[in-house]
């Protein structure tokens, strides 16, 4: 396989010990949490205890006079609302008129100690007039549904709606003649899927220490994906100029998207300059799950249709996404990329985002497609199950190439997708015997096949040389899971140095160029696309330094392999000329910004064996594999790391993780022992194929790779289920009561 | 309601080694008197709950969560945190392990995960997959899929054993 640039690499796709490492393995890594400031105090967040109420009163008084105490803040601190959007992350930091789940935040107090700061919240007067509260996305739809914004309308293809709804919004795609595609077809299969609210479950909890200076300005140490996001989010909510405040961020232990979103920097802002001291806030586990920003439970109606030859004529799916208590759920990308490996030559998709009396949902890895994966794969499996067709090459013979229309009205750039399910169909997995089940127990295996599209946006990255030749490379890209590592790889690899030259490390919002959240996938492609920039751009200042120092024209200056030469006689290696800089030009240094519009979509084809105890409804995974798409590994033991931690959170929500809500509203598993995430021991060995399809517009031919391994788990798992036991799962998760209805072992819940 | 009146109790121990004096209210946990107090934060929070095992610790050996202990508990006896695993000679063959087979991404169940592995190889030098992955499931990662931890901790086996060759 050649790659855009035709050099053999020499550094990427080595697996180097991370820059990182030393401080991870030691402790010494500071992490949201471990940061302490002189003088700091400690802030406690008061929450709602109902799922839906209005807030008649709030007294702060007793809170304030309690000794220790610094400062209480509520909404009131807050300027108020310029725009809707604006009123939502306004009253989504702190409730005004009502509170619209279990968690909300109402108020916040600043002490001397955390146990000080927690008896005074204790002691603020709230009265609340509780209201009937909504948490399933398909109630909460109905015209009797209790309604949480009372000045919402539906936005639909119709324009406003008349009346207040639950519904924030519908959307449709449509391409072609569904009908006319259903009657070709040959075979059709029509299914109901729910899937419930899940979490990231990064298992550092969030954590913010901000300082107020008398000149007005805010230093902001915050575990986030977005050290501008987070600003941008304080600037508006503040009413205060960008400059005013500095936002540093620490370590990240965990984020998975969840971590896009500013939860504690607002109260902690508000707290430091009412008690003129630095404040720390960091949210207990409880209200990690009860008030950050979960994914979407889902409903989902689908219907495809095929031809006898094994080619889909068309598809029609209904997604139906709660999306908390303010409008944004994923609907919009689960519908993008429900059918989005495939051709669909008629198809039609219906997408409501609908607000229900939970936390406000957020980003979580490949938002909205694992949920949207598993029904539409599901659907998939069984046509080929119909058709008499291997499930891998049903996929084969419907999937789309470069420049195949989707459903969206995108048009699929350089894809790698067959590559991918090719590799599957080769794979030792795919090829081995499935095994004799233990005594009364059942085995199948199961295929799915997951499509994101990934992302590109915007990047800085700075490059500067030392006088010894070494480098330092800064980026306000945070560094999620080694991303320090894959871009001073990438920027050694156009430098032609060892990587060990070279000193990564992530910048803040005063000292660092603009950069969007580290999500979609994006910075080892995008801000690796700055990081190269700026190396070729170091090398284009040095040989100029080289031509001031030799007295000839800079065109006769080349470099290789670390050495600037001109001629037959002038030659000097990198870190001599970075010691002679001085008087030829000056130190050198580079910042590079991009934009990148474009980006390579990711494709993930994964295989499941499991054993299922037809008796209990428990089910075993034997085997598991991650074939993808990466474009190329820059790090494979970074991207098996990415494919094989994906996958394990989508068997998570296949088989363990889901919000319980009471009647009432209240969430019933909000911990670590009732919200189940998956441990060493409920995986197998996690298999990786990487598959390298480049991508055409990055240098190295990258593509994202942390988002598709997430996406297709739960399909493939369900598909191996009904290999076992006959029958197809449509719930997430998949629990073993759900799997003994399903096999009539047990009535309907 | 009246505000209780702090009473701080003086806790003599050992940590990592050395003798160390602290006061801490009586019912702050072994986690907050190490994070807060100590100024020892490689011990993480996960949930403060026992369920996430980001907090391990070892307790004269034995591996516990350091946010279910009491501050004042630990009077007397010694404690082993991540920063008391590499010495004046380095990084201890487990860090090293984890540091050159990748055995983590974010970093933050880290270092729970290596006293965890310190806990186990103490007392089985050579344990099999599926008795490192019993072992390791009171630790929560939620970024590896747990793979290139028990390669690492077999790894870490190999170290301390012999001086073998483990393939990454």
């Keep these: 396989m050649t790659t855009p640039e035709q050099k053999p690499f020499t550094v990427v796709g080595e697996r180097l010990p991370r820059y990182d490492g030393a401080d991870k393995v030691t402790g010494k890594a500071i992490f949201g949490p471990d940061v302490a400031l002189p003088g700091m105090c400690?802030?406690?967040?008061?929450?709602?205890?109902?799922?839906?109420?209005?807030?008649?009163?709030?007294?702060?008084?007793?809170?304030?006079?309690?000794?220790?105490?610094?400062?209480?803040?509520?909404?009131?601190?807050?300027?108020?609302?310029?725009s809707t959007d604006h009123r939502y992350a306004r009253d989504n930091t702190f409730a005004s008129d009502k509170v619209l789940y279990v968690g909300h935040a109402v108020a916040a107090v600043a002490a001397r100690t955390p146990t000080i700061a927690e008896q005074a919240a204790r002691l603020i007067e709230v009265e609340?007039?509780?209201?009937?509260?909504?948490?399933?996305?398909?109630?909460?739809?109905?015209?009797?549904?209790?309604?949480?914004?009372?000045?919402?309308?539906?936005?639909?293809?119709?324009?406003?709606?008349?009346?207040?709804?639950?519904?924030?919004?519908?959307?449709?795609?449509?391409?072609?003649?569904?009908?006319?595609?259903?009657?070709?077809?040959?075979?059709?299969?029509?299914?109901?899927?729910?899937?419930?609210?899940?979490?990231?479950?990064?298992?550092?909890?969030?954590?913010?220490?901000?300082?107020?200076?008398?000149?007005?300005?805010?230093?902001?140490?915050?575990?986030?994906?977005?050290?501008?996001?987070?600003?941008?989010?304080?600037?508006?909510?503040?009413?205060?100029?960008?400059?005013?405040?500095?936002?540093?961020?620490?370590?990240?232990?965990?984020?998975?998207?969840?971590?896009?979103?500013?939860?504690?920097?607002?109260?902690?802002?508000?707290?430091?300059?009412?008690?003129?001291?630095?404040?720390?806030?960091?949210?207990?586990?409880?209200?990690?799950?009860?008030?950050?920003?979960?994914?979407?439970?889902?409903?989902?109606?689908?219907?495809?249709?095929?031809?006898?030859?094994?080619?889909?004529?068309?598809?029609?799916?209904?997604?139906?996404?709660?999306?908390?208590?303010?409008?944004?759920?994923?609907?919009?990308?689960?519908?993008?990329?429900?059918?989005?490996?495939?051709?669909?030559?008629?198809?039609?998709?219906?997408?409501?985002?609908v607000v229900t009396n939970g936390p406000r949902v957020s980003s979580y890895r490949a938002p909205g497609a694992t949920q949207a994966n598993f029904a539409a794969e599901t659907v998939i499996d069984e046509l080929a199950e119909k058709l008499g067709l291997d499930p891998i090459e049903f996929r084969i013979r419907n999937h789309a190439r470069e420049g195949d229309a989707r459903l969206d009205g995108g048009t699929h750039g350089s894809i790698g997708g067959i590559e991918t399910l090719e590799a599957a169909r080769a794979c030792a997995h795919y090829n081995a015997p499935l095994g004799d089940p233990r005594p009364g127990m059942r085995r199948g295996r199961g295929v799915a096949h997951g499509y994101w599209g990934n992302w590109g946006a915007r990047s800085s990255c700075t490059l500067s040389v030392n006088g010894d030749g070494t480098l330092n490379l800064v980026t306000s890209s945070v560094d999620l899971s080694g991303t320090r590592t894959t871009l001073a790889m990438q920027a050694a690899e156009v430098l032609e140095l060892p990587p060990e030259r070279i000193k990564p490390s992530v910048g803040d919002t005063d000292n660092t160029g603009y950069a969007d959240v580290s999500a979609g996938s994006r910075t080892t492609y995008a801000t690796g696309i700055a990081a190269i920039q700026a190396a070729k751009d170091v090398i284009a200042q040095m040989k100029a330094r080289a031509a001031a120092l030799w007295d000839v024209p800079v065109e006769s200056v080349v470099y290789a392999r670390g050495v600037f030469a001109s001629g037959a006689d002038l030659r000097c290696t990198f870190a001599e000329l970075a010691e002679q800089v001085t008087g030829a030009g000056g130190s050198v240094s580079s910042i590079a910004n991009v934009?990148?519009?474009?980006?390579?979509?990711?494709?993930?084809?994964?295989i499941a064996d499991v054993e299922v105890d037809p008796e209990t409804g428990k089910v075993t995974l034997l085997r598991y594999t991650v074939v993808q798409d990466v474009g190329k590994a820059v790090h494979p033991t970074m991207v098996e790391g990415q494919m094989q931690g994906g996958a394990t959170q989508g068997i998570g929500w296949a088989l363990y993780e889901g919000y319980v809500y009471n009647e009432a509203g209240h969430m019933l598993n909000a911990n670590f022992l009732d919200y189940k995430i998956p441990t060493a021991l409920d995986v197998p060995p996690i298999e990786t194929v990487i598959v390298e399809v480049p991508y055409p517009r990055h240098p190295f031919g990258v593509r994202g790779v942390g988002e598709p391994p997430i996406v297709p788990p739960p399909a493939a798992i369900a598909n191996a289920i009904y290999r076992a036991v006959g029958v197809r799962p449509d719930h997430l998760p998949m629990t073993p009561a759900h799997l003994l209805e399903k096999m009539g072992v047990i009535g309907n819940r | 309601m009246t505000q209780s009146k702090i009473t701080k109790q003086l806790v003599s121990t050992t940590i990592n080694g050395e003798p160390v004096e602290f006061l801490c209210e009586p019912q702050q946990s072994l986690l907050e008197c190490l994070r807060d107090i100590l100024g020892l934060t490689g011990t993480k929070e996960g949930c403060n709950d026992g369920n996430c095992g980001a907090c391990s610790v070892l307790l004269d050996g034995q591996l516990v969560n350091s946010c279910l202990v009491l501050g004042v508990e630990i009077e007397g006896r010694a404690v082993t945190t991540v920063e008391g695993l590499a010495d004046w000679r380095g990084l201890h063959p487990i860090q090293q392990a984890f540091l050159e087979t990748g055995g983590f991404q974010c970093g933050f169940c880290t270092p729970g995960i290596l006293i965890a592995t310190k806990a186990l190889l103490d007392r089985k030098p050579n344990p099999s997959e599926a008795e490192i992955r019993a072992w390791l499931s009171g630790n929560l990662c939620r970024c590896t899929g747990y793979d290139k931890i028990v390669r690492a901790v077999q790894a870490a086996a190999c170290h301390l054993n012999t001086e073998c060759e483990v393939d990454a």
């Design chain 1, 42 to 82: 400690y802030g406690f967040i008061l929450r709602s205890p109902h799922a839906h109420a209005r807030i008649r009163s709030i007294d702060t008084s007793r809170a304030e006079t309690l000794p220790g105490v610094y400062a209480v803040v509520t909404a009131a601190d807050l300027p108020p609302a310029e």
């Design chain 1, 128 to 353: 609340y007039e509780v209201l009937p509260a909504v948490t399933n996305v398909l109630e909460a739809m109905r015209d009797d549904a209790p309604i949480l914004h009372a000045e919402m309308r539906t936005h639909s293809l119709a324009g406003r709606g008349d009346r207040p709804s639950n519904i924030a919004s519908h959307f449709q795609q449509l391409k072609g003649d569904p009908a006319q595609g259903f009657a070709e077809a040959d075979v059709i299969v029509e299914r109901e899927f729910h899937t419930s609210t899940v979490h990231q479950g990064y298992i550092e909890s969030h954590a913010s220490v901000a300082a107020w200076s008398d000149d007005g300005t805010f230093t902001i140490y915050t575990t986030t994906q977005g050290s501008f996001a987070v600003r941008d989010h304080v600037v508006w909510l503040l009413g205060l100029p960008m400059s005013k405040v500095r936002v540093i961020p620490t370590e990240v232990g965990g984020a998975f998207g969840g971590k896009n979103t500013s939860y504690l920097d607002v109260p902690a802002a508000l707290l430091a300059r009412k008690a003129r001291r630095p404040v720390k806030i960091t949210m207990p586990r409880p209200d990690v799950f009860l008030a950050t920003g979960p994914s979407s439970g889902a409903v989902f109606r689908v219907k495809m249709g095929a031809t006898r030859d094994g080619r889909i004529t068309a598809a029609q799916a209904e997604l139906f996404y709660a999306a908390g208590a303010y409008p944004g759920s994923p609907v919009g990308s689960g519908a993008n990329v429900m059918f989005g490996p495939y051709v669909i030559p008629n198809g039609q998709i219906d997408g409501y985002d």
């Design chain 1, 595 to 606: 934009d990148v519009p474009e980006w390579g979509a990711g494709f993930s084809t994964q």
